[in-house]
C-alpha cells in the first residue's frame, strides 16, 4: 500500500495524490494548496487502512486525471524540460488543435485502441497529411507512455495503431531549387542593395545551413586554416538551441565564401575598435544579438522581387546548396554530411531524383558476351533456346 502527495509539474505548485493499493493504480489532482492535499492524502491513507476505500471499477473514471489534465503535467514537466523549445510549440498546438477535442475530457485510463484509432481517422480524413498524422500519434503516445512510466495506467493504448490503419503515404513536397544563374542575379542583386547581408546570404548558399544555424554563428566556429565551419548551435525565437539533431558537424566553407568572411570581420573589428568595445561574438547580429529570422526572411523577399525572381523559401537556398553539389557528381554521403541529415535515406528521398544517372554504358556489361564458348551454345541450341 502506498499512498504519495507529488507537486505535476516540478514546481508548478499543482499537487496530485498517487495511490497504489491491491495492484491498482490512481491519481487524484487535488490543486495548489499543499497543506489541503497533505489532508487529503493522510485521509485516504487511514481510509485504505481501515480497509473503507473502494478502489473498484466504479470509481475509476473520476479519480484518475482526464487526458486534458495529464497532458499538462507532461508537457510542462518532460517536453518543456528535456525537448527543444520548437518540440514543446509544436506538441502544445498537436494537443490544443487535435487531440483534447476528442481524447480531453477521458480519464487516461479509460481510453483504448479503439479511441486512438478514431482520432487518427479523423485527422487523415479532414485531409491532413500521414506526417501530421504520426505526429498525433507521436503525441497521444507520449503523454500515455509518460502515464505509464508513473504506474497510472497499464499499457500505452497507441502502439502499433498506425501501421493496421495503411494510411495513404505523404505526398512529397516538390523540391524547386534555384539555379546556378538565379543564384548570381540574387547574390548581385543583394550586394547592390542590401550589402550588409550579403556576407549572410552567400553563407546560406554555400554552406546549405540550416536559417537558424547561419544565424546562430560565432567567429570561434571558423576555423580558418582548415577551412571549414563548425555548425554547433541554431538561434530561432530569441534563444540559442543545439542544432535540430543536436550534433554538431563541420562544413566545408568555399574560397569565395571565406575571403567574404574575412571581409566581414575586418569590418567587424574596425566597428569595435571606433566603437571602444569588445568585438560582438555573432557574425550576423544587430546591436549584439543574431539576427531575428522574420527580420532575415523580409530582406530575403525583397531581394526576390528586386532581382525578379519567383517567389521561394528562404528554405530552398539549403536545396540549391545540395542539388547543385549533387548536379556536379559529388557524393550523396558528402552532401550528407555537409547539410547534417540524420541519415543518408534522408539524403537520397529529398535529392534522389536530382543525383545524376552516371555512365549509361556501365549496365551493357551486364549483358551477356556475343559469343558464347562453344560447349555452351551447343548445350543451349539443344534446349530450344535462341541464343
Given amino acids: 500500500m502506498a499512498v504519495k502527495l507529488k507537486e505535476r509539474p516540478a514546481g508548478s505548485g499543482v499537487w496530485w495524490v498517487f495511490i497504489d493499493h491491491n495492484n491498482k493504480r490512481k491519481a487524484k489532482k487535488i490543486g495548489r494548496d499543499r497543506a489541503e492535499a497533505e489532508k487529503v492524502a493522510a485521509k485516504i491513507e487511514a481510509g485504505l487502512v481501515l480497509k473503507t476505500l473502494d478502489l473498484g471499477d466504479k470509481e475509476k473514471a473520476q479519480d484518475a486525471p482526464l487526458f486534458k489534465d495529464y497532458c499538462q503535467v507532461w508537457l510542462e514537466g518532460y517536453v518543456k524540460v528535456l525537448r527543444r523549445a520548437s518540440t514543446y510549440e509544436r506538441y502544445r498546438d498537436v494537443l490544443r488543435l487535435f487531440v483534447n477535442p476528442v481524447l480531453g475530457q477521458l480519464p487516461i485510463d479509460q481510453i483504448r485502441r479503439g479511441h486512438v484509432r478514431d482520432l487518427l481517422l479523423k485527422v487523415h480524413g479532414q485531409g491532413y497529411s500521414r506526417s501530421t498524422v504520426c505526429i498525433v500519434r507521436d503525441v497521444v503516445s507520449g503523454v500515455l507512455g509518460h502515464a505509464l512510466d508513473e504506474e497510472l495506467i497499464q499499457v500505452n493504448p497507441v502502439r502499433g495503431v498506425t501501421k493496421k490503419l495503411q494510411l495513404e503515404q505523404s505526398r512529397k513536397v516538390a523540391v524547386e531549387p534555384m539555379k546556378p544563374a538565379e543564384v548570381a542575379l540574387f547574390l548581385e542583386t543583394c550586394l547592390e542593395r542590401f550589402p550588409e547581408h550579403h556576407p549572410f546570404f552567400l553563407t546560406l548558399f554555400r554552406t546549405g545551413m540550416r536559417l537558424g544555424e547561419a544565424l546562430a554563428l560565432q567567429w570561434g566556429d571558423i576555423d580558418w586554416f582548415g577551412k571549414f565551419i563548425q555548425v554547433q548551435r541554431s538561434f530561432k525565437g530569441g534563444r540559442i538551441t543545439p542544432t535540430k539533431t543536436g550534433k554538431v558537424r563541420r562544413v566545408d566553407m568555399s574560397d569565395q565564401l571565406i575571403e567574404a568572411l574575412k571581409a ?3 569590418k567587424r573589428k574596425k566597428e569595435a575598435l571606433e566603437g571602444g ?33 519567383r517567389d521561394m523559401r528562404i528554405h530552398d537556398a539549403r ?14 554521403v558528402y552532401v550528407k554530411e555537409q547539410l547534417g541529415h540524420s541519415s543518408i535515406q534522408m539524403t537520397v528521398d529529398i535529392y534522389g531524383h536530382l543525383i545524376p544517372s552516371g555512365n549509361r554504358a556501365a549496365v551493357n556489361q551486364l549483358d551477356f558476351p556475343a559469343t558464347f564458348p562453344q560447349p555452351i551454345r551447343n548445350q543451349e541450341k539443344a534446349k530450344g533456346v535462341t541464343i
Avoid: C
Fill in 264 to 266: 566581414l570581420q575586418t
Fill in 319 to 332: 536545396h540549391t546548396f545540395a542539388s547543385q553539389l549533387l548536379s556536379y557528381g559529388e557524393s550523396p
Fill in 277 to 309: 568595445r569588445g568585438m560582438v561574438e555573432f557574425l550576423f547580429h544587430q546591436d549584439g544579438q543574431p539576427i531575428a529570422q522574420n527580420s532575415i526572411r523580409n530582406y530575403w523577399k525583397r531581394i526576390l522581387r528586386r532581382a525578379g525572381l
